[in-house]
């Protein structure tokens, strides 16, 4: 029963070097992902997938970040332009998308892109949080900009994605 012993001695020790590994020191997967000049990237436990050649078709009186509805991996899902989400321009895509990222959720929303890319892994330290103010939309959407390989990596908040979609200037109503 002598080598039992030394079992308490290691159970000390993992927990004492469990406790200084600083909590900021946490892993995240990025899904990166090229539209116009910039890279994007969302975090990977939110992407369902990726199709490419998807043609959407378009939705009357949708904003201009909504760039219409495709069918992929069995789900109708809203296609999104992430340069329209984040800068308010709409980006002049082909009519056949080169890629679209699916995303996971009851809100069955897609981003559309040139390129999709490996998945990444960085400290989510390495992520320099949106220091924009809460009333601007874009601050909702940009959780923070990453850098890795020498590249400027724009992360999006997929929870916001919906909001910054379909966010206009209210219109005066007519008075009857």
């Known amino acids: 029963m002598n080598s039992s012993e030394p079992q308490p001695d290691i159970l000390r020790q993992v927990i004492a070097n469990a406790s200084d590994v600083s909590p900021g020191t946490q892993l995240r997967d990025l899904v990166p992902f090229v539209a116009g000049s910039r890279t994007f990237a969302v975090f990977a436990e939110h992407v369902e997938g990726t199709a490419e050649a998807k ?3 378009a939705l009357p009186c949708a904003p201009a970040a909504v760039l219409g509805v495709v069918c992929a991996r069995g789900r109708m899902l809203t296609v999104l332009d992430p340069l329209a989400l984040v800068g308010g321009e709409a980006h002049g895509w082909p009519r056949s998308l080169p890629c679209v990222i699916a995303l996971r959720g009851d809100e069955q929303l897609a981003l559309a892109a040139e390129e999709s890319r490996d998945a ?3 400290a989510a330290v390495d992520i320099q949080r949106s ?3 809460e009333a601007d939309g874009v601050a909702n959407v940009i959780l923070g900009i990453a850098r ?3 590249e ?3 992360v999006l908040n997929v929870d916001q994605l919906f909001t910054a979609a379909v966010r ?3 219109r005066r109503r007519r008075r009857f």
Do not use: F, L
């Open 55 to 57: 043609m959407p078709a």
């Open 120 to 122: 990444i892994t960085i």
């Open 131 to 133: 220091t924009k103010s």
């Open 148 to 150: 890795y390989g020498g």
């Open 152 to 154: 400027e990596i724009t």
């Open 168 to 170: 206009r200037k209210e």
